[in-house]
């Protein structure tokens, strides 16, 4: 219920979702001012700021008088460092001053709402959020380290009375922030302890601070303004693991011995590391409770996914799913709902996908200067049967699992030929997989038009015997299919439920697969896609084109068929996202807008800054392809496939590129 937008657009948006919320019988927690500032005309370091906020808290009370547990201000401490330290967010300060202010604010704030709130509702809980992080550092940095792990809990120490001028943190404030000693006192003569202490926790909360800056890329290297030095995740340069959630869970009751919950917990990550993390918050919620600690609740933060914190809300950004994807017509479930179903069921929730540890408890995470990072091992657990060794899609699986933990078996053809049932059937008992990825395939399209029963029989005849299999063993089923299994003819970007009319033997073979493999198991996940390229290989139109010109040769394309580019990495981390979460049927997964040949040409150049006047368009009839081609097999999706925008994807292939050299 933001302070700022009830102020601008008034109370119809919250009575209407508290009011479906009190039918639902739902018990919200209100928040007023999250990582914000307020209305235009004050400011987090506005000394009217706690009294404006106040007045509003006493105006929501009245109007919601049933709601029973109140959050004045999200992580005070953690938005004061963003606006008054880091300069991120408004009013963008980088000062001891303005750090101080703010959190005195915020935490007035607080003080003087839940004042106000209980006038009105008496047994009004005060549910206070603060993302407690830890720092760890090399010996030069420990008085660096050792600020921080005491600035950690200041929002909560000032009101629970306990923040003292002598302290660490309350000198620093009186030293450097120019806090008068009367401002402190004010919390210890009007304390406000929260009846829940909400800790948020993240991977990135945990800090290593090292003044050894020849062992980091450049753009890590920072400064407090005394000792230059990097801040980096621990995760990635402590041998032995951090802290993690049952530390800092145990270290906020031991100073406080208020009950806790686990307010925020959230990995903006793959799907498998999404539920990794949940898994470990909530044993380690268990294990504490276990040691006698009073804690309340995990909360699976976000349900619908956040918008914007790949750039710290500083302005663009992209959207990361929660616990519901939002990127289709309607909020889809992920992996992650049927999770938090099962745990509060008290039930353990069994996938795979958490038989290997989450990426910050495997070797390769770690920064070494000499030499890199260790090589990944091998996963544990039960196993993905991936086809197609010997080609791009199956090679990028082989590479994205090793990057995301998860075990695999890559298998070529004459370890497993998916048309022949003898060899299906003894891949699947031997390697008992818990899904199959067919990656394998005829791809060759202009021979398919002369090489048709071979083309078939790869394209259509294996994809439906794996299909049968999977269903006798229980096993899921991720295959490829195309956008060539259109004719064309569509005016706008063809979605999961256009009937397919291929023009080719290969685009006929590709729809026969489709109609086969979800007639033997209509729980296959089935992804449509089109003109790959990536930086794994060199066979790709993206990175031949760039090659040509980086020659001075010239470039032919076709400028009157418009395709959707897909960049393969984010093809196969989506695959595997939605074969995670157990979709099924017809996905369309490519990346967003269309282009022609010619025009995915100019753009590759104009990325990566080569010289796009080789580039000579012509026609499809110009090129000579044997098979026929849509001139229009741009797909959209549905359901919420559709990837990035192709000149993002571009940036990445560049980068991806860049990082390899």
């Known amino acids: 219920m933001l302070w700022e937008r009830v102020v601008r657009d008034g109370w119809e948006w919250t009575d209407e979702r508290l009011s479906r919320l009190r039918e639902l019988g739902l018990r919200p927690i209100v928040g007023l001012v999250h990582h914000g500032s307020g209305p235009p005309h004050t400011s987090l370091v506005d000394p009217a700021f ?26 005070p401490l953690t938005t004061a460092r963003f606006s008054g330290l880091y300069g991120f967010w408004y009013p963008h300060g980088r000062d001891a001053a303005s750090v101080s202010r703010a959190l005195l604010n915020q935490c007035r704030a607080v003080v003087l709402a839940m004042r106000e709130i209980r006038r009105v509702i008496p047994d009004a809980q005060l549910i206070q959020t603060e993302d407690l992080g830890k720092a760890y550092s090399t010996p030069p940095l420990a008085y660096q380290a050792e600020h921080e792990n005491e600035r950690r809990f200041a929002s909560i120490d000032l009101l629970c009375g306990r923040l003292e001028d002598d302290s660490l943190f309350g000198t620093w404030m009186r030293e450097k922030g120019g806090v008068a000693a009367e401002e402190l006192a004010w919390f210890r003569e009007n304390p406000c302890p929260p009846d829940v202490f909400g800790v948020n926790h993240y991977l990135s909360s945990e800090r290593w601070l090292d003044h050894r800056l020849e062992r980091y890329p450049p753009e890590l290297h920072g400064s407090n303004g005394e000792d230059a030095y990097v801040d980096e995740l621990a995760a990635r340069a402590l041998p032995d693991a951090p802290h993690g959630p049952l530390g800092i869970l145990r270290e906020a009751w031991e ?79 992920t992996a992650l709902a049927r999770m938090a179903r099962a745990l509060a069921r008290g039930e353990r929730y069994d996938h795979p996908a958490l038989d290997g540890p989450g990426w910050w408890r495997r070797p390769e995470r770690l920064w070494l200067a000499d030499g890199g990072a260790p090589q990944a091992r091998r996963a544990p657990g039960r196993p993905l049967l991936v086809t197609g060794r010997t080609g791009t899609l199956g090679c990028a699986f082989a590479r994205v699992c090793d990057a995301r933990g998860l075990r695999y078996e890559l298998l070529a053809r004459a370890d497993l030929d998916i048309a022949d049932p003898a060899s299906v059937e003894r891949a699947l008992a031997e390697i008992r997989p818990w899904a199959v990825v067919n990656a394998a395939g005829y791809v060759r399209v202009d021979d398919a038009e002369t090489d048709v029963e071979r083309c078939r029989r790869e394209n259509a005849e294996g994809p439906a015997l794996l299909a049968e299999a999977c269903a006798r063993h229980g096993v899921q089923l991720l295959t490829f299919s195309s956008d060539l299994v259109f004719d064309g003819s569509a ?56 090659q040509a010109l980086a020659r001075g040769e010239e470039v032919a394309a076709a400028d009157d068929a418009r395709v959707s580019p897909t960049y393969v990495p984010a093809l196969v981390q989506r695959s595997l996202d939605l074969l995670i979460d157990g979709e099924r049927g017809v996905w369309h997964v490519a990346n967003a807008g269309d282009v022609t040949w010619a ?42 496939g559709v990837l990035e925008p192709v000149e993002d994807a571009l940036e990445r292939y560049l980068a991806e590129l860049r990082a390899a050299a």
């Open 50 to 75: 706690a009294d404006g906020l106040a007045e509003f808290a006493r105006a929501a009370a009245e109007r919601y008088p049933w709601v029973g547990a109140w959050t004045p201000v999200n992580e």
């Open 491 to 546: 005016e706008e970007p063809y979605v999961e439920r256009d009937e397919p009319a291929p023009l080719s033997v290969y685009g006929e073979t590709k729809a026969e697969a489709e109609e086969r493999v979800l007639a033997a198991l209509p729980e296959a996940l089935v992804v449509r896609t089109s003109a790959f390229f990536g930086p794994w290989d060199d066979w790709n139109f993206v990175t031949l084109t760039l």
């Open 255 to 333: 100073r406080f011995g208020i009950p806790l919950a686990v307010t925020e917990a959230h990995n903006g990550c793959t799907r498998e590391e999404q539920l990794r993390w949940i898994q470990e918050v909530w044993d380690a919620a268990h294990a504490l409770r276990d040691e006698g600690a009073d804690v309340r609740a995990v909360t699976l933060w976000s349900v619908f996914g956040a918008v914007g914190w790949d750039t710290l809300l500083r302005g663009g950004g992209r959207y990361e799913s929660g616990v519901y994807d939002l990127a289709g017509p309607e909020p889809r479930p």
């Open 599 to 640: 025009g995915l040409a100019r753009l590759a150049a104009e990325a990566a800054g080569v010289d796009a006047g080789a580039i000579r368009p012509c026609t499809t009839e110009e090129l000579g392809f044997a098979a026929p081609r849509p001139r229009y097999s741009v797909l959209a999706s549905e359901r919420g």
